[in-house]
């Protein structure tokens, strides 16, 4: 007579289960990295100093312009209301990426002939990013994902985080 036990895991499940679970969460923080520099490049815009030319538009309005170093000044609202982002969408290879962008014409003559950095590594937009990119990068960090629960006791019963 035989005995014996077959031991079995579901490894190739969980594993997978955590590779998605580790995909949605860089997805979801690079989105905010993105959502952060394009929300930083507008504000960045909005409150600039209009320390530069002062001149009459073609309908007769009055605009002043930044001062070079600075970023662009708002006049119409074109530029800000064309910097979009593409969301990241998950693995592209190795690399996760959100793409921030705008498709207006004199954005890269304002950038890098006129000075006015909003949107390269020079603006203060970019080094912000770059700041909150380092600030939340350990929670994304696959430590993050597997440490065990805290249990705590309260007055309202067993509370779980």
Do not use: C, W
């Not at 499940?13 to 923080?29: F, G, M, S, V």
Request: glycine letters at 4%; hydrophobic letters at 35%.
């Amino acid at each position: 007579m035989t005995i014996s036990v077959q031991v079995s895991t579901n490894i190739d499940r969980n594993t997978k289960e955590a590779d998605k679970l580790y995909t949605l969460n860089a997805q979801r923080h690079i989105n905010r990295i993105a959502n952060t520099f394009r929300n930083e490049i507008l504000k960045s815009m909005q409150t600039t100093p209009k320390t530069g030319l002062e001149y009459e538009k073609n309908d007769g309005k009055i605009h002043i312009a930044s001062s070079e170093g600075n970023p662009p000044a708002i006049d119409t609202g074109r530029l800000a209301s064309s910097v979009r982002i593409s969301p990241a969408t998950g693995f592209s290879g190795k690399v996760m990426s959100a793409k921030v962008s705008t498709n207006v014409e004199y954005a890269e003559r304002l950038e890098l002939f006129m000075n006015r950095p909003f949107m390269s590594k020079e603006s203060q937009a970019y080094v912000y990013a770059v700041f909150f990119a380092k600030k939340i990068q350990n929670q994304v960090s696959i430590k993050s994902q597997f440490r065990p629960s805290k249990v705590r006791s309260t007055k309202k019963g067993i509370s779980i985080k």
